[in-house]
């Protein structure tokens, strides 16, 4: 169906960055990588897998393939307001202006707006799937589904849910009302259903029971917040006395399954990691998020050497950017400050956190199968990149790539100009965005080749 020849980069499990010139890709009609081969063998690629030549699309020397972005983190209803608070921690931001904004979302319309600028933002910056947390309202969290389906984005939802509310009251539901709703929630085949306690915090014993049950019972998807920030988890310390740590009380109510993703982990001990890496569960790294609201900074390193699976979040609007480029850049940041204080830390390389925003991201929501890199079988879930549009590095690789000898020269600029983009450049470079073989932006243009 889809056949392009050009330079694509991806990551494996074995290699954390991978480029791959002159290579040739073939996608099926159901979407799926049916093969990838190299351009110099078009001719006996097009006998064996029987197409035309001509069919062929031949990227641009400026132009390359990459894997979607994976934001395993984000909330769909604090969109409005990313970017105006920079001033709170945690607790008091929450109060202040997630609390009373979420709480309009029972307006369907209002709803409508935000979750379709929401869905549309992120697929241009290149996001191919999102794991989004809605508000309380399962009829505006059944929009957000059908949004993201009519968009075509890979979307992951959870209707939030929440019995204890302190501070705005009327946001906040009864134990009974946020599990029959939630029932009626994971019944809709539209979006991925995703249990999704709001907190520890914001959920008293009895519910974080019942959704644990919900979760098995019809083998769901979990996504909560963790460790994000020392305040909550004193508080999660005096709320649930009987618990050894704030893991043990998600853990207690089968919470942290293989197919549960927390958020943040900023402040986990060791043996809380041990647990991550028994039960499956993964985190969701969100720097953008953990800066603003100083919150702390998750030591990625020591995550990954517990073998606990992580990817990268935006955390919108704890975080003010929805670009996963914003986390890849931030996720570098938190791991240098972390060498900075501690010059025997090893900081991220590139590559690795390239890899943590694709890949990681897939393996983190447990969707490695269908989605995260360029494998035959998988979806094709890619950006076409063009790094001569505008805000491109294209200039500077004609005047000033480095040069490191005749035969390595081109994958050089090619790295140059792939490191450059992600570092500096926007979607006003991603050219091209496919979910499952299907073009999902531009918008404007037929949703299918
Ligand atoms: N913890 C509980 N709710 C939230 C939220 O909406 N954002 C962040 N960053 N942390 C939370
Ligand atoms: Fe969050």
């Known amino acids: 169906k889809i056949k392009r020849v050009g330079t694509f980069v991806h990551s494996t499990q074995q290699t954390a960055l991978q480029v791959q010139e002159d290579a040739l890709l073939g996608v099926d009609t159901e979407g799926k990588i049916a093969f990838i081969g190299e351009g110099k063998k078009l001719e006996a690629l097009s006998q064996v897998f029987q197409f035309s030549p001509s069919e062929v699309t031949q990227l641009t020397e400026h132009e390359f393939l990459m894997p979607g972005l994976v934001d395993t983190h984000i909330h769909a209803c604090q969109y409005s307001y990313a970017g105006t608070a920079l001033d709170l921690p945690l607790l008091q931001w929450l109060n202040t202006y997630t609390f009373p904004v979420e709480s309009r979302f029972k307006d369907l319309e209002f709803a409508r707006r935000v979750?379709?600028?929401?869905?549309?933002?992120?697929?241009t910056n290149g996001t191919?799937?999102?794991?989004?947390?809605?508000?309380?309202?399962?009829?505006?969290?059944?929009?957000?589904?059908?949004?993201a389906n009519d968009f075509g984005q890979r979307a992951l939802v959870g209707k939030v849910c929440m019995d204890r509310n302190d501070s705005v009251k009327h946001y906040r539901e009864?134990?009974?009302?946020?599990?029959?709703?939630?029932?009626?929630?994971?019944?809709?085949?539209?979006?991925?259903?995703?249990?999704?306690?709001?907190?520890?915090?914001?959920?008293?014993?009895?519910?974080?029971?019942q959704l644990g049950k919900i979760a098995k019972n019809n083998n769901l998807h979990i996504q909560s917040?963790?460790?994000?920030?020392?305040?909550?988890?004193?508080?999660?310390?005096?709320?649930?006395?009987?618990?050894?740590?704030?893991?043990?009380?998600?853990?207690?109510?089968?919470l942290l399954t293989d197919k549960t993703v927390m958020a943040h982990g900023c402040?986990?001990?060791?043996?809380?990691?041990?647990?991550?890496?028994?039960?499956?569960?993964?985190?969701?790294?969100?720097?953008?998020?953990?800066?603003?609201?100083?919150?702390?900074?998750?030591?990625?390193?020591?995550?990954?050497?517990?073998?606990?699976?992580?990817g990268l979040g935006t955390d919108v609007a704890g975080g003010y950017?929805?670009?996963?480029?914003?986390?890849?850049?931030?996720?570098?940041?938190?791991?240098?400050?972390?060498?900075?204080?501690?010059?025997?830390?090893?900081?991220?390389?590139?590559?690795?956190?390239?890899?943590l925003a694709t890949l990681g991201g897939s393996q983190a929501l447990s969707l490695d199968d269908q989605t995260?890199?360029?494998?035959?079988?998988?979806?094709?879930?890619?950006?076409?990149?063009?790094?001569a549009a505008p805000g491109g590095p294209i200039d500077l690789i004609h005047s000033e790539g480095p040069k490191v000898g005749?035969?390595?020269?081109?994958?050089?600029?090619?790295?140059?100009?792939?490191?450059?983009?992600?570092?500096?450049?926007?979607?006003?470079?991603?050219?091209?965005?496919?979910?499952?073989?299907?073009?999902?932006?531009?918008?404007?243009?037929?949703?299918?080749?």
């Not at 979750?115 to 697929?123: D, E, I, N, Q």
């Not at 191919?128 to 949004?147: P, V």
């Not at 995260?372 to 950006?383: H, I, P, R, S, T």
Request: charged share 25%; hydrophobic share 40%.
């Open 372 to 387: 995260g890199n360029f494998e035959v079988g998988k979806d094709f879930d890619a950006l076409r990149v063009n790094v």
């Open 406 to 449: 005749i035969q390595t020269l081109i994958v050089v600029h090619f790295m140059f100009a792939f490191l450059n983009w992600s570092l500096t450049g926007d979607d006003r470079n991603i050219v091209e965005v496919f979910v499952a073989g299907k073009k999902v932006v531009p918008f404007t243009e037929p949703k299918a080749e």
């Open 115 to 123: 979750y379709t600028h929401v869905v549309k933002r992120t697929l």
């Open 321 to 355: 950017s929805s670009s996963m480029l914003d986390a890849v850049r931030r996720t570098l940041d938190a791991s240098k400050i972390l060498t900075i204080q501690d010059p025997k830390h090893e900081t991220l390389s590139f590559e690795e956190v390239f890899r």
């Open 225 to 254: 917040h963790i460790s994000e920030n020392k305040e909550e988890i004193q508080l999660v310390k005096e709320l649930f006395p009987e618990s050894e740590s704030y893991t043990d009380v998600y853990h207690k109510y089968n």
């Open 174 to 209: 009864s134990i009974q009302e946020s599990h029959d709703e939630t029932c009626r929630w994971v019944s809709y085949p539209l979006a991925k259903p995703v249990v999704t306690p709001r907190f520890a915090l914001s959920c008293s014993r009895e519910l974080l029971e």
């Open 128 to 147: 191919t799937t999102a794991c989004y947390f809605a508000s309380i309202h399962t009829d505006a969290t059944l929009l957000l589904g059908q949004i």
């Open 267 to 310: 402040h986990l001990s060791d043996k809380e990691l041990a647990v991550f890496k028994e039960t499956g569960a993964s985190l969701s790294h969100c720097p953008n998020s953990n800066f603003s609201l100083c919150s702390g900074v998750l030591n990625v390193r020591n995550v990954l050497k517990h073998k606990v699976k992580l």
